[in-house]
């Protein structure tokens, strides 16, 4: 206790983290008081529909942020696919003649080629690596991160205790956007047609309205984070960065952000005025969200960014009507968000007339006509003022005068290449792997079916399941015990005694959700480890470092596709060919029964619970056993069929297996990426 006191008094003001999506918002945030930025470039980073910059551009941002002392880290914090590896490496080969402050990684890919090839970086660990307890901070200290920047899902006391343990930089975000799944584990997006938020195309399925069986509802839509009362207590813990969520947002609501942060580090004592000056944001409703301690009404249903101004009565030609709900003025920029929650562009007003005549402004509470275009808006549509045209930045860069820097030479990036990867199929033998969630399901004629049995229990099914296990002791050779994704800090010990158990018993091979995990078993050379669908293998690089652990005991990711696997030149891994996809999976409870069925315009859902995480899945499995011989074909042959999450009432287990063997279509599934494609 006086080592955690020492440390947290002689902690020093973190850093002030500030998104850049364009110019303008570089010149806000540093304006606004920045001591950090970060932005991505065209390529590889989680906000591929911000402008982003190029790495002629960059080379000018980071020539002016020197000069205002401000840090520069450029996001790298996508997944990569295979056939994007040259390219990455001439990104990286670029972007190492340029002084950036750091690399934001997710892929262990791309860990693996920037230690190997380009170690002068440093890197941090993004939140899509779902870094949420102090097992992972320290597993990313040994491997060399500088920086984890942790899960938004932590409360207060879990931060505490992740400090206090920890020996590597911290980094918090206390403003901005919240995702409803854990950032690197949502494949809802994906799902709705390959265009996938672990890559940076999130079609936002949070934000849209469910159909229920009496309603219809914004079930996913959290408000916005707002920490900024947390600060002392951050600055306590000794948190290395303040992180403020928004490469997508206005330069203005980044200014304002910028401006009240920076009040609340350097004077305390005005944190009401920050406080008031976040009121201005042009955000969401805010939460404290689970840092608060109070999940209560943290859904919003107005899920949309600005301040609300109105709500549409009347619609003429080029003028919507509206009684106003908030102050604006002509050059304001305004967007409509139509019923359909179809997305909008925002206009900036040029005109305005109260009881037709002109004006420069409006107050609350009169009716006003807008002018703008008013195809595809509808009365009932909602009006939102997304900037002030008081406040304007820069938005041309000037005539760069930058050093030239050189590309990557083809035979340097060959020679790179042909060190990534080894080919290696498995054997001539084909293994079945199935995943379980029910002990029940644990039976003789389950193990028969299959060469390997994976026990994906809830905590209280573990504490039966080592009390009462009767299986023969032969039968454990083949079952696999595997941790849960997400482990709070409180629960740490538990599977450590639970597993070391589990190893006495006579189990030797485990499986892993989360890299670190490999530090909860007991260590002992007898052990086998497996890494699952949720240790992202999408590439050669990444097959590399993971393959270090767990040799060929890994299963490739659910939302790969045929083009990716089959260019990958390690076939050893296991492909599911039959899953129940977690859409979301969250920490955040859903305000629907289980098991309730809910509805999009394009499919249905349900919702499950398990050890207090939110579960969304849609009704139909994904299948791709007819593709069994094209994929032995290209020389795979280890296959996963995961039961868990299953509804029995759709297909019961024995046709499920039959239906595998003759390689045949389940009726009412669906390919998800595999053959259309991911982007």
Not at 18 to 45: K, M, Q, T, W
Not at 177 to 205: D, I, V
Not at 426 to 442: A, G, T, Y
Request: net charge positive; proline share 4%.
């Amino acid at each position: 206790m006086k080592q955690k006191k020492e440390k947290f008094i002689a902690a020093k003001k973190p850093e002030l983290l500030l998104p850049v999506g364009n110019i303008e918002a570089f010149y806000a945030a540093i304006a606004g008081g920045a001591d950090a930025v970060y932005l991505g470039l065209s390529s590889f980073n989680a906000r591929g529909r911000a402008k982003n910059f190029t790495i002629w551009q960059l080379q000018w941002l980071i020539t002016y942020a020197l000069r205002k002392k401000v840090k520069i880290y450029v996001t790298l914090n996508t997944l990569i696919k295979n056939k994007e590896l040259p390219e990455l490496l001439n990104f990286l080969h670029l972007l190492q003649q340029v002084r950036i402050s750091a690399l934001i990684i997710q892929d262990w890919g791309v860990y693996q080629i920037v230690r190997k090839y380009f170690p002068n970086f440093e890197i941090h660990a993004s939140t899509q690596m779902g870094v949420h307890n102090s097992v992972g901070t320290t597993l990313f200290k040994q491997l060399g991160f500088q920086r984890t920047i942790l899960s938004r899902e932590l409360t207060m006391p879990e931060i505490e205790t992740i400090a206090e343990k920890s020996d590597i930089e911290l980094e918090v975000f206390v403003h901005g956007a919240l995702c409803y799944s854990f950032s690197g584990y949502c494949l809802f997006s994906s799902y709705l047609g390959g265009m996938s938020g672990n890559r940076g195309l999130c079609r936002q399925p949070c934000r849209r309205r469910y159909n229920l069986p009496e309603s219809e509802e914004y079930l996913f839509s959290l408000k916005d984070l707002q920490l900024i009362e947390k600060i002392p207590a951050l600055i306590r813990l000794g948190i290395s960065s303040l992180k403020i969520e928004g490469r997508m947002r206005t330069a203005e609501y980044v200014y304002k952000v910028a401006q009240a942060y920076r009040m609340a580090l350097d004077n305390p004592e005005k944190m009401k005025d920050a406080i008031k000056l976040l009121s201005e944001d042009t955000g969401r409703e805010k939460t404290a969200y689970f840092a608060g301690g109070n999940l209560q009404n943290s859904i919003t249903d107005q899920p949309y960014t600005g301040i609300y101004a109105g709500e549409i009565s009347k619609l003429e030609k080029g003028f919507v009507s509206f009684r106003t709900e908030c102050e604006f003025s002509v050059k304001d920029r305004i967007r409509v968000f139509p019923q359909s929650d179809e997305d909008t562009p925002s206009f900036r007003v040029s005109q305005i007339q109260v009881e037709n005549k002109p004006c420069d402004s409006v107050k609350r509470g009169v009716i006003v006509n807008v002018s703008c275009n008013t195809e595809k808006l509808a009365v009932g549509d909602k009006v939102y003022v997304t900037s002030r045209g008081d406040i304007r930045f820069k938005s041309k860069f000037p005539t760069p005068d930058v050093k030239k820097i050189s590309k990557l030479s083809p035979r340097k990036q060959q020679d790179i290449l042909a060190g990534i990867g080894t080919e290696k199929t498995f054997r001539d033998k084909q293994e079945l792997v199935i995943r379980i969630d029910n002990p029940s399901l644990l039976d003789e004629k389950c193990l028969e079916k299959a060469d390997w049995v994976i026990l994906n229990f809830e905590q209280k099914e573990w504490e039966k399941f080592v009390l009462n296990n009767n299986l023969p002791q032969n039968n454990k050779t083949k079952m696999i015990p595997e941790l849960p994704r997400f482990i709070p800090e409180s629960k740490i010990t538990f599977y450590q005694k639970m597993f070391l158990s589990l190893y006495r018993l006579g189990f030797v091979n485990f499986a892993i959700s989360h890299f670190s995990q490999k530090l909860l078993l007991p260590r002992s050379g007898k052990i086998k480890l497996w890494s699952n669908e949720n240790v992202y293998v999408m590439n050669d690089a990444a097959c590399d470092f993971v393959t270090k652990s767990v040799d060929s005991n890994f299963i490739y990711p659910l939302e790969t596709d045929f083009e990716n696997l089959f260019n990958m030149k390690n076939k050893s891994g296991i492909v599911p060919v039959y899953f129940v996809p977690q859409l979301f999976y969250s920490r955040m409870p859903i305000a629907v029964k289980d098991d309730t069925e809910f509805s999009d315009k394009e499919f249905s859902y349900r919702k499950i619970t398990r050890d207090s995480f939110s579960i969304t899945v849609p009704e139909l499995p994904v299948c791709i056993f007819k593709h069994r011989t094209k994929l032995i074909q290209h020389g795979f042959s280890r296959f996963l069929i995961d039961l868990s999450l299953h509804n029995q009432k759709q297909l019961c287990i024995d046709e499920i297996f039959r239906y595998f063997h003759d390689e045949t279509a389940i009726k009412n599934s669906r390919g998800f990426n595999f053959k259309k494609g991911l982007w």
